[in-house]
Each structure stands twice: as C-alpha cells, then as structure tokens.
C-alpha cells in the first residue's frame, strides 16, 4: 500500500510562486507514474501535470504550461510540482496520485493512489 501526502499549499498573490511537494511512504513509488490534479470549488477534478517512472517523460496541461512544471526524486521518493507565475484561477485543491503504470497517463482512472490533498489560494 502506498500512502501519499502534500505540502506546500497556502495563500499566496497572483504573481507569486509555490512548489507543492509529495511524499510517498508504504513502499517506493520509484517505479510508478505520478501526477498532480486539482480541484476548484464547483468543478470537476482536473489533471495538471503527470511525470513517467522515471522522470524523462512529462505531461503538463494547456492551462498551466509554461507556468508549472513537474519532477521528481527517486531516491526521496517525492513528487514536487513547481508553480511559478500563479493566477487567481489557479487555486483548487492539490491532489498528488500514483498509478500502478510507468508510462505517463492522464486518466484519473489510472490513478490507485491518491493524497489528501492540498489548499492552493491565489489572491488577486
């Protein structure tokens, strides 16, 4: 079983920059996909960005590009997701997942594992 916990979340101004950090404990997710999703007040879950097993492949939505970026660390056994330029329409809850895969998906069905997730509030 893998457990899967955020950090890094809060309320910062347009403009600023945050990097969401994901933990896995339980066994080592070194060998899995990840991705980060996020979900505003009212809408459906939506994925953000999504990294392969080993990090050489990467998948960013059209809404973040250029502005998010994602990574990992294998021997840390942490995601981060770093976000730069941050948009009041930005803010939703972070959720961190993994999946059983090694290749990039964005298909939440994919996803076995997922976090609580955390609060990301951009101010205007």
């Known amino acids: 079983q893998v457990q899967l916990v955020e950090s890094g979340g809060g309320l910062v101004q347009a403009g600023d920059s945050l990097k969401l950090s994901c933990a896995a404990s339980?066994?080592?997710?070194?060998?899995?996909?990840m991705g980060w999703f996020r979900q505003a007040p009212g809408k459906e879950r939506e994925v953000v960005a999504a990294?392969?097993?080993?990090?050489?492949?990467?998948f960013v939505a059209n809404s973040v590009k250029g502005r998010f970026t994602i990574s990992r660390d294998g021997a840390a056994n942490t995601v981060y997701l770093q976000m730069n330029g941050l948009k009041p329409e930005d803010t939703a809850v972070y959720y961190c997942?993994?999946?059983?895969?090694?290749?990039?998906?964005?298909?939440?069905?994919?996803?076995?594992?997922w976090g609580q997730g955390t609060q990301v509030t951009v101010s205007s």
């Open positions: 990294i392969n097993w080993s990090g050489s492949s990467t």
């Open positions: 997942a993994a999946t059983r895969l090694i290749g990039v998906t964005t298909t939440q069905s994919s996803y076995a594992y």
């Open positions: 339980g066994r080592t997710v070194s060998n899995n996909a």
